[in-house]
Structure formats: C-alpha cells, structure tokens
C-alpha cells in the first residue's frame, strides 16, 4: 500500500508560481510511475504530467513550458512546479502512483494510488 499526501497549493494572482509536492509513503521500489492530474470544479479529472520510464517527462500542452514535473527518490517526493499560472490552472491538483513496474502515463484510470488533492486558486 502507497500514500501520498499532497501540499503546497494556494491562491495566487494571474502570472504567479506555486510548488507542488507529493510525499509517497515506502520506497521507490514500491511503486511505479508518479503523475500530476487536476480537477477544476463541474469538469472531469485531467492529466497534467507524469514521469515514465527511465524519467522521461511528459506534459499536457495546456501546461507545456509552464510546468515542470520531477522527483527525489531519496526524499520520496514528487514536485510540480507551475509558473506564469493562468486562472485556468484553477483546480483540486492531485498526484498518483501505479503499481510497480507499470507505468500508466496519461490514463488516470489505471493510476492504483492517490492522493487527497491540494486547492489551486489563480486569480485574474
């Protein structure tokens, strides 16, 4: 079993920064790929960004070039710095683990652990 607790969320004006974090309970070795998904209110679930094999990171294009995704394993963490947020990026921001040696990318679905979200408010 994996938990994850999220932090680091808040409200910040159009044009500003926040840093994610997500802290993973157990070892790397317990868990597979790590992704970021958020949901703004009345729309479904979306993917954000994930780290695959090897630590390749992948980026929805609506957050491309503003958000960068990473890890520290020796701190079980996983970050998600945004920049230049827009009031779009407005949403409960989650992260997610997969089992071990699977890696399930942009498929929230498949995605066996989560988070409780962390608020992300951009204001205009």
């Known amino acids: 079993q994996v938990q994850l607790q999220e932090s680091g969320g808040g409200s910040v004006q159009s044009g500003g920064s926040l840093r994610l974090s997500c802290a993973a309970s157990?070892?790397?070795?317990?868990?597979?790929?790590m992704g970021w998904f958020r949901q703004a209110a009345e729309k479904q679930r979306e993917w954000v960004a994930h780290?695959?094999?090897?630590?390749?990171?992948y980026y929805a294009n609506s957050v491309k070039g503003r958000f960068t995704i990473s890890q520290d394993n020796a701190k079980n963490t996983l970050y998600l710095e945004m920049n230049s947020l827009k009031p779009e990026d407005t949403a409960m921001y989650y992260c997610?683990?997969?089992?071990?040696?699977?890696?399930?990318?942009?498929?929230?679905?498949?995605?066996?652990?989560w988070g409780q979200g962390t608020q992300v408010t951009v204001s205009s």
């Open positions: 157990g070892s790397a070795n317990n868990r597979g790929c």
């Open positions: 780290i695959g094999v090897g630590g390749a990171t």
């Open positions: 997610a683990a997969d089992l071990p040696r699977h890696c399930s990318g942009s498929l929230d679905y498949a995605y066996r652990y």
